[in-house]
């Protein structure tokens, strides 16, 4: 097991080099110096060439790919180009944001999507089973965005249960944030849980049909027994995959969901910042989304080790 | 009474009837062999006791365990008597075992779901048990995960899980038709143990007669849902008076007619030297280059034209390893592969012209198809080979007669593949070989997949193709009564290397070598029906 974790914790690391050398690519080849932008097309040549400086632009490629690097090691981000403020500090009030939300719509999402897919597929061919499958079948189909005007209809501005948009800050009251990012997290959610549903029940499915189930209940174990006992583990490898990619989701890809709640997170930051040529800041965002997803990922395969024997022993 | 009476047993599954009036009865110490073909009912049989049948199922008739009917049975009431005075063991070991879950914990199971044992007292009995079935404390403590065994080794589990509280009755589907002959041998010798110590009945199902006889006191014969015979293992074989149960014996021991082929010349068709095949195994160093896995150790010999070559041997033994290097499927690190005196690979590519001259047939009759495609399309997938295929009408003749040739009809080339039985797409499949008249045809356990009855036809066809082509055949099979009855000349092989050489009729009635002599014990023999005779009398 430790064997496992060291490597897979060596292909992490060699993932986010790679990563961060693509970014910085990528970022290198867009045209556009960010100096000249900044000071807009009347800029005398000498104030741009200072403002080059400044921004540690003058140096070499290679030198700019390490500066950039070991400061992320070290926690300095740089500088933004627009705002003129530490990037680590619009990305750290920004995070507390985005990372709340995502981890509330996973929650949502497991929650809704667990006993859903357990008892659809516990119950193959019942009403419970039809209804889940219509009822994912429209989760999968409608888009979030839609969900989430639809939410903002009913629950704010028709009932009044919860404000149309906004965050009041975590300094506000824990109750007072979680209220503001709950139809965000829901709207978020509903279509995850349906997708996660759906592959819970079919990874269900596929492993009752198992021999090792037939075993089990020629041991005497009843249906439900068998489901819990010896099916369920064995169907979590697939559910953990879809987890694992749908958490990655929701970290970076809530950008509509956080324009349609205006809640100023991560999404709204790379968006803000593309526009505005803030590359600076778009190379960090996506460095620490990358990070994000790895660590994901990396957190995904040891789970998978957790639930399956198999995979302790072959590294 | 009996322990277990079954009587007029029938079952329909969605409307189809499966069973018809099914009664036989088992004793306690008794071992009962339910031989049959597949869709015979003898699986469905073992459910139907079970009540472990698939949706839709209806029965009716009685199952009576210790007088009482248990088609009456709430699922709860069957539930407390399946593992408890009920076990059952499977064919698949390798799936039948919870891949995520300790055998210790997987036998403890059995104990804690019908007494109210704790968990330690569970893991005791469990302990005990895998004691019993041969699998010691000191190699398989109770933590060990089902993979880090082999199949012998788990069917040992899986009967540890069905015999834990001493069951009353034990049905056994084909045990170990999934298992080498000599890991079979060892688990029947088990199973035989288990019964006489707990006096026990054991319902014993197999496809194959001879596992049965060897070991059974009483033998039910099923076919098409239905009993067509029962008798004591001793007698039934001699009487034998239904046809069924003659022509399930006849073609279990069938010999196909072969012509003896005298158009041998001298120089091999295929040379076989010094072949040696490695495998790299995980890397346990990062900086030291990877551990080998040598699957065949030096293997030399050669086949001569319109001979028939059987190589026998274990699973792991490293046929198919030799195999795929034969037909170019895989390169060799050391040694020579020639074909007609030109080797297989130049360079690092298979040559065309070398590939045209051999084929394939797999065993698995219903995995090798595109299930999309025309037989027509199918059977001329080897055309590839060829620097000029034939189009249009020479093409539509050239798969009329493949199809005529295994004895099927030109208009099934217009049919897909799920459209024939098992033993008709093995013919589909030789007719796939014969397409572009190849001279060698590797067969890797081209029968072992199929019903006796069904796997004699195909070797008479194959006999009978070999005699009318002069084809060539390499015979790769674990079933030595098939390589006995098909081949001219047989090698033995164990761990990658070849350790007997020579005439078939020679290997088995004097086998030299340790190993062949083990293989030829372990293998279930059909009783002599001459011998028999002469004993009653």
């Known amino acids: 097991m430790l064997r496992y974790t060291l490597k897979r914790l060596l292909s992490l690391s060699v993932s986010l080099l790679v990563a961060s050398i693509i970014i910085f690519l990528a970022i290198e080849v867009v045209p556009g110096d960010p100096a000249s932008y900044m000071l807009g097309i009347n800029a005398q040549p000498d104030t741009i060439a200072a403002l080059r400086e400044e921004l540690g632009l003058n140096v070499s490629a290679v030198e700019r790919y390490v500066n950039w690097v070991s400061g992320m090691l070290t926690g300095n981000f740089g500088t933004s180009y627009t705002y003129r403020t530490p990037v680590v500090d619009m990305i750290g009030d920004r995070m507390w944001i985005s990372l709340p939300l995502a981890l509330y719509a996973l929650l949502l999402s497991t929650l809704i999507a667990f006993p859903a897919g357990i008892l659809a597929a516990s119950k193959r061919g019942s009403v419970a089973d039809t209804l889940v499958m219509g009822i994912t079948q429209l989760g999968v189909a409608i888009p979030n965005f839609w969900f989430a005007m639809l939410m903002v209809l009913v629950f704010a501005i028709n009932l009044r249960w919860f404000s149309a948009g906004g965050f009041p800050g975590w300094d506000g009251g824990f109750w007072l944030a979680v209220k503001a990012l709950t139809l965000p997290a829901v709207s978020l959610a509903l279509p995850q849980a349906s997708i996660l549903a759906r592959v819970m029940r079919s990874a269900l499915l596929d492993t009752l049909g198992e021999d090792f189930v037939r075993s089990a209940r020629a041991k005497g174990l009843n249906r439900r027994q068998a489901l819990w006992r010896h099916a369920l583990r064995n169907a979590m490898i697939p559910v953990l995959t879809i987890i694992g990619l749908q958490f990655s989701f929701l970290l970076a890809g809530a950008i509509i969901i956080e324009n349609v709640f205006f809640l100023p997170g991560l999404g709204r930051l790379v968006f803000q910042s593309i526009s505005q040529r803030d590359l600076i800041v778009v190379e960090s965002v996506v460095m620490l989304l990358v990070f994000a997803v790895v660590i994901v990922n990396f957190s995904v395969d040891i789970a998978y080790a957790l639930v399956d024997p198999r995979l302790r022993r072959r590294s | ?537």
């Open chain 2, 1 to 537: 009474m009996s322990l277990l009476q079954i009587d007029q047993l029938n079952l329909a599954i969605h409307g189809t009837p499966i069973l018809r009036d099914v009664s036989f009865h088992l004793d306690a110490g008794q071992i009962v062999g339910v031989i049959g073909e597949s869709g015979s009912g003898k699986s469905m049989t073992a459910y139907s006791v079970m009540q472990l049948l698939p949706e839709g199922s209806t029965t009716t008739g009685a199952i009576r365990l210790n007088g009482d009917n248990l088609l009456d049975l709430s699922e709860e009431q069957m539930c407390a008597l399946r593992g408890d005075e009920l076990g059952m063991v499977f064919q698949e070991p390798m799936t039948a075992l919870n891949p995520v879950k300790s055998i210790g914990d997987q036998v403890a199971e059995t104990v804690r779901i019908h007494r109210k044992a704790s968990r330690a007292e569970s893991l005791r009995i469990a302990r005990e048990t895998l004691d019993r079935v041969e699998l010691p404390a000191d190699r398989f403590p109770l933590s060990r995960f089902p993979h880090e065994l082999s199949g012998g080794q788990r069917q040992r589990v899986v009967i540890a899980m069905a015999i834990a509280l001493r069951p009353k009755v034990l049905i056994a589907d084909e045990p170990t038709t999934a298992l080498d002959v000599t890991t079979q041998a060892q688990i029947l010798k088990l199973l035989r143990r288990l019964v006489r110590e707990d006096n026990m009945a054991l319902m014993l199902i197999s496809h194959d007669l001879a596992v049965v006889s060897d070991l059974a006191d009483e033998i039910v014969i099923m076919k098409s849902g239905t009993v067509v015979e029962t008798g004591s293992a001793k007698t039934l074989f001699q009487s034998m008076t239904h046809p069924y149960t003659k022509k399930l014996f006849e073609a279990s021991s069938h010999v196909p007619d072969r012509a003896e082929a005298e158009s041998r010349t001298a120089a091999p068709l295929l040379k076989v030297s010094h072949v040696s095949r490695d495998y790299a195994l995980p890397r346990t160093s990062l900086f030291a280059p990877p551990p080998k896995f040598r699957a065949v150790n030096d293997v030399s010999f050669q086949i001569q034209q319109g001979e028939s070559l059987g190589l026998v041997g274990e699973s792991g033994c490293g046929k198919s390893t030799l195999t795929r290097a034969i037909l170019g499927l895989e390169e060799v690190q050391e040694g020579t592969i020639l074909i007609d005196g030109v080797p297989v690979f130049s360079g690092h590519q298979v040559r065309r012209d070398i590939r045209q001259k051999m084929q394939v047939v797999f065993q698995d009759p219903y995995g090798s198809f595109n299930p999309r495609h025309r037989v027509a399309r199918l059977v001329c997938e080897p055309f590839h080979l060829l620097d000029r295929p034939p189009r249009g009408a020479a093409r539509a003749e050239a798969v009329a007669e493949a199809l005529e040739s295994v004895g099927l009809d030109e208009a099934d080339g217009r049919k897909y593949i799920h459209e024939f039985s098992g033993g008709q797409r093995q013919r589909i499949a030789i007719a796939r070989a014969l397409i572009i008249k190849p001279k060698l045809i590797v067969l890797d356990e081209a029968v072992s997949a199929l019903d006796v009855s069904i796997r004699a036809q195909i070797l008479d066809l194959l006999a009978d193709l070999s005699d009318r082509f002069g084809l060539t055949y390499l015979f790769i099979s674990h079933d030595l009564s098939v390589v006995r009855s098909i081949t001219d000349r047989v090698l033995v092989m164990k761990a990658g290397q070849i350790v007997e050489e020579g005439r078939t009729d020679a290997v088995f009635d004097n086998p030299q070598h340790a190993y062949t002599q083990s293989l030829i014990a372990a293998a279930p023999r059909l009783p002599d029906r001459q011998e028999q005779k002469e004993v009653s009398q």
